[in-house]
């Protein structure tokens, strides 16, 4: 999963809240051979979760409790629907064939996952490592593929680090919180106060020429 982890880390600053799938990516490698179903549950559960976040940020009229309740080839199959509407970079059959990926992977955690669904001893069912090697090599590439088209689609028009005169303008004005500087936290936080401020703040440089 490293070259998913590098894409999450090296768009840290513009997509924090993209963080949250690291623990996936840990937990699956953390228990490809020692506990191989656990290791395809969560490459399951990161398909799933990545899904929701490229339609709930691409389609704004999606119907929330309805897509939570449907299956994860559905889910799967509709955020690479959204990839490919909006980007014209998905093939036609890429959907259809990532959802049947998506279903197979659901298919497994239903029948031998160890968390979602808690199982009687000795389980009926069991992985090994190699099946589990194969779900995380699918999913990193799947993954990694959602992850890049996500951040391409829903990419900030302003980058924090090609402001520093600004931040450090506002680093003035603010207190920061830890370790994390006010103009930080407006950026993560409010995105648009930090755009309206940004707007101000080079109409008065201009102004002042």
């Given at each position: ?103 197979l992977a659901g ?23 190699s099946l589990a ?77």
């Amino acid at each position: 999963m490293d070259s998913f982890e590098n894409i999450v880390s090296g768009f840290a600053e513009e997509f924090p809240d993209f963080q949250y799938y690291l623990k996936h990516a840990k937990e699956i490698k953390n228990h490809e051979e020692s506990h191989p179903d656990i290791a395809i549950e969560c490459c399951t559960s990161l398909l799933q979760g990545l899904s929701k976040s490229i339609c709930y940020r691409l389609d704004k009229g999606i119907d929330r409790k309805a897509f939570e309740k449907s299956t994860i080839e559905h889910q799967v199959k509709e955020a690479f629907k959204l990839i490919g509407d909006q980007s014209d970079v998905a093939e036609i059959a890429l959907p259809q064939a990532c959802s049947t990926v998506a279903r197979l992977a659901g298919e497994l955690r239903n029948r031998r996952g160890d968390i979602s669904h808690g199982k009687a001893v000795p389980k009926e069912f069991q992985s090994d490592a190699s099946l589990a090697k194969l779900a995380l090599d699918v999913t990193e590439a799947l993954s990694r593929y959602m992850l890049c088209h996500l951040i391409l689609l829903s990419a900030p028009s302003v980058r924090y680090s090609d402001n520093q005169a600004f931040n450090d303008m506002l680093d003035e004005e603010g207190q920061p919180i830890g370790s994390t500087s006010y103009s930080q936290l407006l950026y993560r936080y409010d995105f648009d106060a930090y755009v309206f401020k940004l707007d101000e703040y080079v109409a008065d440089q201009e102004a002042a020429q």
